[in-house]
Structures are given as C-alpha cells and as structure tokens.
C-alpha cells in the first residue's frame, strides 16, 4: 500500500476559498504546472521563496508515492511592462539597454535562475518548457478561441473578448472579481488602443518594425501575450485539466483569471482542480524595492554582503527560514529572524547527528507513531511546514533525553525515528546537513571574495602597492592567490 492511501491531504483551493480533500483526476498520478521566471533579471528573493514552496509541496507528493510530472515554465517573450499590453517587452528591453541579443538575456539569467534554486537544494521540475519553443501551440489555441467567438482580430493584433466570453462564463471566478466592477474602475480607452474593452485581454500582439523579438503567424509578424503561453504549456504537458496550477499571489488577477478564461474558450470547461498561490515576502516590515534599498539578492545571504544582515548564512539556514512561515502567509525577512532560525537549524542538525550512537533499551518513553502521525497530519493540512517543524523539535527533544539518559527507546522505534526525522527533514523540507564549520567556511569564502574584488580594482587603477599588499597579507594567513586569464581564485594554505 502507498503512503498516499494512508494520508489525505487537505489542500487550501483558491478557487473555493476552502481547504479541499485532494483527489487527483488519475490515482496515483499528479500533475503541477507552476508558474516560472521572465527571465530579465536576477531571481529575487520573493520569486524563491513561491518557488521553494512549490519544491516542497512537490517533495512530499513524491514521498507519498505520487508520481509527479511537475511543469514549470520559463518565460521567454511576451512579457511586457505593462500587464495592460504596452510598454517594451521586458527581455527585449534589457537586451536594448546593454546592446545585447535577447536571447543573451535569456541565457544569463535563466543560468542565474538554476545557479539559485540549485544553492537552495531544489528539485528540478519534470519539464521546464519556454515560451518561444512553444510559439506554434500558442499560434493553434488563438484560432480555437477565434473560431469559438472569443476573440477578435484587428490591424494584426488578436485581442480576448472578456465581456463576450462573461456573457455565457464568469470572468473574474477565481479573484472573486465582477466585470461589472472591472468596468467601473477603468478608465475609458483613449482611442489610441485596438481593444474594444479595457478589459480585453491580448493573445497575439503585432510588432512594431523596432521590436526585435517576433515570429510569422496568420494575423502578422509578432509575438504571443504574457497569459497564453502558460496555457499553451500546462496543456501540451499535462492535459486539458490537470490536478494543481500554483504560483505567487501577484498573479491570481490577471494572469490566473485569463488563464482559466483561454482555457475555457478553448476546451469548454475548467483547466485546474486546485489553484494554489503562495504570499508574498517583504522585508523589515516593508515591501521588497530596489528604489528604496529596501532588498536583499540571495547571493548576498550566502555572503553576507547586505547592510540589512549582520552576517553570512548557508542556504540551508535561509531555506529553513522561509519554511517556518505557512506558505500562504505573509513572510518578514528579518536579520533577527535569520539568526533564530540559524540557532534552531543547528539544533536540529545536532539531533540528527545524535541518531546514530542512541542506544536502544527495552520500551520506549513517548510515543513514536502517534509523533510521527502528527507530523504527516500537519502536512496533510495544506502544506503546514511551521507545525511539521514544530512536531520536528519535539523529536529533537526526545533524542537529547535517549542520549542523558532520562529516556528510552526500543529498537524498532528507533528505526521510526530515524526514518521519521530524516524524511521529513531532508526529503521533504529539502534541508541539507551543514555542519557550523562548514558555515564559518562560507563565510571566509565570501571575506576572501571581496578581498579579490578589492585587489582587481586596485589593478584597474594601477595601485599596485595596494594590490601587492592585499596579495601578500592574505598569503600570511595562509590563503594563496592564483591568477589565470579566467580570473582569481584562491587555495589555503
């Protein structure tokens, strides 16, 4: 019998706005689409912290036995600045601004995305499928929805007919919105824009002859809009419906709405069972923003190179962090917060290391199955990570107590708790076992980093007793530089 017959999990359905008893359409089978990355930019810490909770939602499918096909795009094109269909679009842009190919673009950061989510030990997804290998999927579902009276067509443009597809459907099911409302809180079209109605939506927009970014379709040389590559990708991969749709909160209007809304006009009924959305992260208290300096990049977490942190913390510290929070809470990264979460991270590891030298006696002083029981059941109601952990230090507890002396354990419900503590640590939170040395190395990696740093702009300008200085002083400590026409690196001694 698979685990997945023996826990039943609760899921918290935006659609519903209720906590829903999970069923999959097929037994035994899940599939998640999740929505990923443009990639115009660095990933931020808000974009991992939505991503991470996912992971582990997709960790613990597969620890019940489910076979997952987990879909998470990259969004390559279509993007634009504006989500009411004007402005640049975003990767274009960035490739304008530093006089590069938007693919250059693409290819950068959609490295720096994998580099981050690998440090964060995530799981890579089934199919990670990009908006402009799946041009023609989106070109096919524009003629459907044409052909079905949803959309319309006008100087090259194809445009969703929101107020013709709410005659019969209701837009707005998902953020609980009213056209009529929408309406009201729009302004009247300028005469400058093709859409008929504010609210409409674009599936294909014409290029105009600076766009770089386009590819031939029935109605002109363009690009797809933002909401249909999704669409066009979760059900190539996964269906015409499928089990779970997740991503952040920013995206349930519009980006969700239009795609239950394409989908519909396309297939005649709902893509998704379970919508899923994660909170959103700010920072001190406050929103996220580069303007205000308010913001923190994840690499700056491993270095420690942030004013608003006082040190470096190991991505395993940060990832247990986050996971302290429900994923659908609202999340305050803090300095203080890290450090609390670093001072439990390690006395959790501290237990784990303990599990191989307790010794087993003839009964056992706490109950072993009924803990873990309350571990899967706070996991089976949706996702409950802060009182899995919860559940987790009460192990650590007990572990502490076998190894005074002031408890006991027999051999078989050692081997629960080994299992029990190992599994939910590490296979389903996605922790990984960093010693505090390892830390402190982190940390001299990041010192050492910026040294180098330092050194190469002493060269650029020709100080070369500054530069000699810092080579010389850290060969005392024992750390080598070496360079090579790939750059500097160092050995210790």
């Known amino acids: 019998m698979k685990l997945f017959d023996q826990q039943q999990i609760k899921i918290y359905n935006t659609l519903s706005g209720e906590k829903e008893l999970f069923k999959p359409l097929n037994k035994g089978y899940v599939g998640m689409y999740v929505c990923g990355p443009t990639v115009y930019s660095n990933v931020h810490l808000g974009n991992v912290r939505t991503f991470m909770s996912f992971d582990m939602i997709f960790r613990y499918l597969k620890h019940l036995g489910y076979k997952v096909r987990y879909v998470r795009n990259i969004t390559d094109a279509g993007h634009l600045e504006n989500d009411a269909d004007v402005g640049e679009d975003r990767i274009a842009k960035k490739a304008r601004l530093e006089e590069i190919e938007p693919m250059e673009v693409v290819q950068r950061y959609t490295v720096d995305f994998h580099n981050i989510l690998n440090k964060f030990n995530f799981l890579p997804p089934s199919i ?157 208290g406050k929103k996220m923003a580069k303007s205000t300096g308010n913001f923190i990049l994840p690499n700056e977490i491993f270095s420690g190179d942030n004013p608003h942190i006082t040190k470096a913390y190991s991505p395993s510290v940060a990832r247990f962090f986050m996971l302290q929070a429900h994923y659908r809470s609202i999340l305050d990264f803090t300095n203080d917060g890290l450090l609390a979460s670093e001072k439990g991270f390690f006395r959790l590891m501290d237990a784990i290391n303990l599990l191989d030298s307790l010794k087993a006696g003839n009964d056992s002083s706490f109950d072993i199955n009924a803990w873990q029981q309350k571990c899967y059941d706070a996991m089976n109601d949706d996702f409950n990570t802060p009182i899995v952990i919860a559940n987790l230090f009460e192990g650590v507890k007990y572990i502490n107590q076998i190894k005074d002396g002031s408890a006991t354990i027999t051999k078989d419900d050692l081997i629960v ?77």
């Open 128 to 284: 990670e499928p990009t908006a402009t290998g799946h041009i023609i999927e989106q070109i096919e579902i524009i003629k459907e929805i044409i052909n079905n009276g949803f959309a319309y067509q006008v100087n090259g443009s194809v445009y969703f007919d929101v107020l013709k597809y709410n005659e019969s459907k209701p837009y707005g099911i998902l953020s609980k919105r009213k056209v009529e409302d929408l309406i009201h809180n729009t302004r009247a079209l300028d005469g400058q824009s093709d859409k008929k109605n504010p609210q409409d939506f674009a599936l294909w927009k014409k290029a105009e002859p600076q766009h770089i970014m386009r590819w031939p379709s029935p109605w002109s040389d363009g690009f797809p809009g933002w909401h249909l590559e999704c669409t066009a990708m979760s059900t190539k991969y996964l269906g015409e419906q499928f089990d779970i749709h997740g991503g952040g909160m920013d995206l349930k209007f519009p980006h969700h709405e239009c795609e239950i809304a394409q989908a519909e006009a396309t297939n005649n009924h709902a893509p998704v069972n379970y919508w899923m959305h994660a909170n959103m992260l700010i920072m001190n």
């Open 417 to 493: 708790l080994k299992k029990t503590m190992t599994s939910f640590v590490f296979d389903i939170l996605g922790l990984e076992n960093v010693s505090k040395s390892e830390t402190s190395s982190e940390k001299l990696s990041g010192a050492v980093e910026i040294l180098i740093q330092l050194r190469q702009e002493a060269r650029a300008n020709k100080d070369f007793a500054l530069s000699d200085k810092i080579r010389d002083e850290l060969a005392e400590a024992g750390i080598q530089l070496n360079d090579s026409r790939e750059g500097t690196t160092f050995s210790t001694n």
